[in-house]
């Protein structure tokens, strides 16, 4: 398999020179090192050579980072380059790593390994097995698939899904385990911590030997023996009783527990991964879950984003939910009306609910032809029109928030124009594609963004 492409670019006056021995290393190593572009794709890996923590500097990572899906590596031509804090600004500006130029040291095996395990995640995650259960494109959900990707892939310890009722958590376990590389991996078995009898909890958990409590007419195996060689997944694990806690703690430590009227402990091997849509952190500090159960359990954790923070993800989901529903496979497309409602409205219980909707929609649905207004349910339809302004309340807010600081006419005008500019890039992946969906031409956008390098308030005429 071919090596992926890398961008390479020089910030400072002496980088170009001093960067020939690794370019040429990189290379000799078989990288492919191609010159940036503005047709380059999101997740396209760079590297940038700089011999000072410049200004210059800061600005090219932002912009080539797009808030992470970018990934960049900052690479200092000499050790005088990096200050005390100099690490630790550029990874906040976007830099995926931050290394030193040595002869001393095998630096280009350093970033052929990092791109190697980039380049190896993002295919896994624009494979179809995570497509199809991970729907969506935005922003957001692309650094939750790659966080989910890594955790399955690259780490063996237990997983923590954090979010909301209906961001699709179980979704995440179960890909998790499908991901997982284990050989002679058995099942996944799922517990509703959140559906147990708090009474009947330990039995469900840890099984239970005959006449262990009142009803044990048999003996009985819990979820940790079953799970054995598998993949154990604690849902609302914010549910478990206060009292199994220190048990459930043993036995993810040192892998063995007793059932319920036992004295004989057991053996258990499996990985798990719990969710909640608790404040777990909180909850520890409030003493409601036991901190050393909380460490052990976030040995990696993913936060899933609410719908609200993936908007644009919201036409593909109902898209695809439409594909699922229809009896001949077909996938009737969404007339713009009912795409501009479905952007437009909110939605409590996140994808469950978008789902749901969508059942409601396909219910009414009859015949060829795109879906319309009409197959809306009744009580689903906004009370007045929805108005085809975009400004709604959020922009409202967002103004009077920056008014409220302080800012000027000047600096909301010179910073929504950018912020514009960022998110057209972003979706549509190139310079061209985004200087079209914002009516200007790409010589604009080329002339702003070169003007915005050499001043540090650009507001280039567009």
Known sequence: MPRPAVWHQFVG????VAAKPLLDALSHAGMR????????????????????????????????SRGGLGRVIAIAVDQAAIGRDTSWRLVREGAS??????????????????????DEVDRCVESPMVRDNLVGTGHAWTLVARRLVEAARFADGPVLILGETGTGKELAARLIHALDTR??????????????????????????????????????EGAFAIADGGTLFLDE?????????????RAVQERTYKRLGSNVWRETSFRLV?????????EVEEGKFRSDLYYRLASVVVRLPPLRERAEDIVPLA?????QMTRDGSTPPLDDTVREYLCRRSYPGNVRDLRQLVSRIMQRHVGPGPITVGDI????????????????????????????????????????TELAIEIAVEVEGNLQSAARRLGVTDRALQMRRAAKRQSPDPLAEL
Not at 36 to 57: E, K, Q, R, V, Y
Not at 237 to 249: D, K, N, S, T, V
Not at 319 to 323: E, L, T, Y
């Open 97 to 118: 790593d931050l290394l030193v130029w040595s002869q001393e040291r095998n630096t280009a095996a350093e970033i052929v390994a990092r791109v190697a395990r980039w």
């Open 377 to 416: 349910p009744p009580d689903e339809r906004p009370d007045v029109a929805l108005p085809g302004d975009w400004r709604d309340e959020t922009f409202e807010r967002a103004v009077r928030r920056a008014v409220a600081q302080g800012a000027g006419m000047k600096e909301i005008s010179h910073a929504a």
């Open 237 to 249: 694990i914010g549910e478990l009783p206060l009292r199994l806690q220190p048990e459930l703690l």
């Open 33 to 64: 090192l191609v010159a940036p572009s503005d047709d380059m794709p999101a997740h396209a890996t760079g590297l940038i050579f700089f011999d000072t923590d410049s200004p210059a500097l800061h600005e090219r990572l932002r912009e080539v």
């Open 13 to 16: 006056t002496a980088s170009g």
């Open 183 to 220: 050989q002679n991996k058995r099942g996944l078995i799922v517990v509703d911590c959140g559906a147990i009898a708090p009474e009947l909890s330990g039995s469900e958990l840890f099984g239970h030997v005959r006449g262990a409590f009142t009803g044990a007419v048999d003996a009985r």
């Open 319 to 323: 898209q695809h939910f439409v594909g």
């Open 274 to 282: 719990s969710a909640t849509n608790r404040d777990l952190p909180r």
